[in-house]
T-cell receptor
Framework: AQSVAQPEDQVNVAEGNPLTVKCTYS??????LFWYVQYPNRGLQFLLK??????LVKGSYGFEAEFNKSQTSFHLKKPSALVSDSALYFC???????????FGTGTRLQVFP | DGGITQSPKYLFRKEGQNVTLSCEQN?????MYWYRQDPGQGLRLIYY???????QKGDIAEGYSVSREKKESFPLTVTSAQKNPTAFYLC???????????????FGEGSRLTVL
């Protein structure tokens, strides 16, 4: 069965420093991977996705993610964190052949001024 | 602007009452989904529908019911059989299997249900 794991409940980083939010996956076949962000009491907003092609995927708000097939990882990164990046981040994988996404448990990112 | 509208945003219910959450989309998407969000548990799939007049159970369907009579609408009923209904409910849609096939979801703003 397809699954994703987000090993960190919370990540703390100082503003201006690089940030990484980790995600590992387990799928049969080629993975379709996603990152979403959620602000308090709001829906989820799409950040980026990996379907095929370059292992480094660029997304919204300066975020990027690196797909690593050998490590089955899809970590979210940003070179310089902003306080406004503080939110809950979800990694997700598409469940083949069903047309649905399976989400991780989420990682709360806290950026300190 | 195209998007997904959920209503109400906040809802209070007494124990033993059924309540229906509305979800409407004008994205012309074929597929629609309901997720439940609890702290520390991420998003769990309740029901999903890939086409009008058809839907499938997700991982936690017990105590919930849905209908898909129109492409634009996918209401969720939380019944009195749901033992712990207090949660944040998220509706989403996608282009579906006939669309871009990537599975990318578009979300509404959510409905917070509190049982008193």
């Amino acid at each position: 069965a397809q699954s994703v794991a987000q090993p960190e409940d919370q990540v703390n980083v100082a503003e201006g420093n690089p940030l990484t939010v980790k995600c590992t996956y387990s799928v049969s076949g080629n993975p379709y991977l996603f990152w979403y962000v959620q602000y308090p009491n709001r829906g989820l907003q799409f950040l980026l996705k990996y379907i095929t092609g370059d292992n480094l995927v660029k997304g919204s708000y300066g975020f990027e993610a690196e797909f690593n097939k050998s490590q089955t990882s899809f970590h979210l990164k940003k070179p310089s964190a902003l306080v406004s990046d503080s939110a809950l981040y979800f990694c997700a994988v598409r469940d083949h052949p069903a047309d649905k996404l399976i989400f991780g448990t989420g990682t709360r990112l806290q950026v300190f001024p | 602007d195209g998007g997904i509208t959920q209503s109400p945003k906040y809802l209070f219910r007494k124990e033993g009452q059924n309540v229906t959450l509305s979800c409407e989309q004008n994205l012309n998407h074929d597929a629609m989904y309901w997720y439940r969000q609890d702290p520390g548990q991420g998003l769990r799939l309740i029901y999903y529908s890939q086409i009008v007049n058809d839907f499938q159970k997700g991982d936690i369907a017990e105590g919930y019911s849905v209908s898909r009579e129109k492409k634009e609408s996918f209401p969720l009923t939380v019944t009195s059989a749901q033992k712990n209904p207090t949660a944040f409910y998220l509706c989403a849609s996608s282009k579906g299997l006939a669309g871009d096939k990537t599975g990318e979801l578009f979300f509404g703003e959510g409905s917070r249900l509190t049982v008193l």
